[in-house]
């Protein structure tokens, strides 16, 4: 074989050799830490992770932190599940948490949730704590309301306000598609209206404050929801006003305005029938103004005509005399007329 072939091969085999050498010398830390750890990685599943830039480091450095931990997890398990877009960190620390707490926990349903908290403010860490160390929420949330108390109004009309602690823990079977905190804060606060709206008086309420815990937690408020409720506590409760009376005179006011306006409808009805009959006397009088007009033309006419002598004339107006004597005798003038 001439020389300039073998020149060529040496070449291509240092080329190659150097190459592996940069790939171990690459990788040789990781390999050498996972195969100490009792958790080998190839080196080739190594360059494998980097061609697909997946982080390997973190990928290893998980797999020995759940290995240390006794939990068995394949790297191709964690490397899907980071292309997924989960927190590989979060999922393993979880699974861990569980496993020392003695909570049943696998790995595809820990993915499942932290991929279900993907976007939110809760991690699948945070899901399983919660599991393990109850979480008390307040019922309302201090931001909510007045003051952050729930008002209801008992049957005798005397409103309390209440302000409840809830404890609950993560249920994980429920936490994917399960209801969030809102939802049991916005059950508990109906069940305490309900309890308190159903007491005969406020004073059975106040005697008796667990009964609004016994009947919420017989409600079963947490069905459907993320959580288990361990327990409700009424945590402060407080006499408000009296909204039975409150009503009640607010309803005789508007009673009151009621009846004035139909008042007032009546009185307006009656000036203005007084108006109208005092419009139809004046229209009356002016028609015995007109008739009393026609009287004098009436003579005339009855001279003219010969129906009417000098005589009867002197005699009609000495009754009329004779009749204006009378009235005045009796004291009543035509001006009082």
Not at 17 to 36: D, E, G, P, S, T
Not at 309 to 326: E, S
């Amino acid at each position: 074989m001439p020389e300039p072939v073998w020149i060529f091969i040496y070449g291509v085999v240092i080329i190659v050799l150097l190459i592996v050498f940069l790939i171990v010398a690459k990788f040789f830390n990781l390999w050498l830490r996972a195969m100490i750890a009792n958790a080998p990685v190839s080196i080739t599943t190594l360059l494998a992770m980097w061609l697909r830039g997946v982080p390997n480091a973190m990928i290893v450095d998980t797999r020995i932190t759940a290995a240390k931990a006794g939990i068995p997890i394949g790297t191709d398990q964690l490397e899907a599940h980071y292309l997924a877009g989960g927190e590989v960190t979060h999922v393993v620390l979880s699974l861990i948490a569980a496993d020392k707490a003695g909570i049943p926990l696998d790995f595809n349903r820990a993915c499942a949730i932290d991929l279900a908290c993907k976007g939110t403010t809760k991690t699948v860490l945070e899901a399983v704590r919660t599991s393990i160390n109850p979480k008390v929420i307040d019922c309302p949330h201090p931001d909510m309301g007045r003051g952050g108390k729930i008002d209801a109004v008992a049957k005798d009309g005397i409103s309390l306000r209440v302000r409840a602690r809830v404890t609950v823990r993560t249920n994980l079977d429920r936490f994917v598609g399960g209801a969030t905190e809102e939802t049991v804060i916005a059950r508990v606060g109906e069940g305490i209206v309900t309890c308190i709206g159903s007491s005969a008086s406020y004073k059975d309420v106040l005697e008796n404050p667990d009964s609004i815990s016994k009947l919420v937690l017989h409600k079963g408020v947490d069905a459907g929801t993320a959580f288990e409720i361990l327990s409700i506590d009424i945590a402060d409760i407080d006499v408000g006003e009296n909204v039975g009376a409150k009503l009640q005179t607010e309803q005789a006011e508007a009673d009151k305005k009621i009846a004035q306006a139909n008042a007032e409808m009546r009185r307006a009805a009656a000036v203005a029938l007084e108006q109208e009959m005092s419009a139809r006397t004046q229209e009356m009088r002016s028609k015995v103004v007109e008739a009393e007009a026609q009287v004098p033309l009436a003579i005339a006419e009855a001279f003219r005509n010969g129906q009417l002598g000098v005589m009867d004339y002197a005699k009609y107006k000495n009754v009329l005399a004779d009749t204006d004597m009378r009235t005045k005798i009796a004291g009543d003038s035509p001006a009082a007329k």
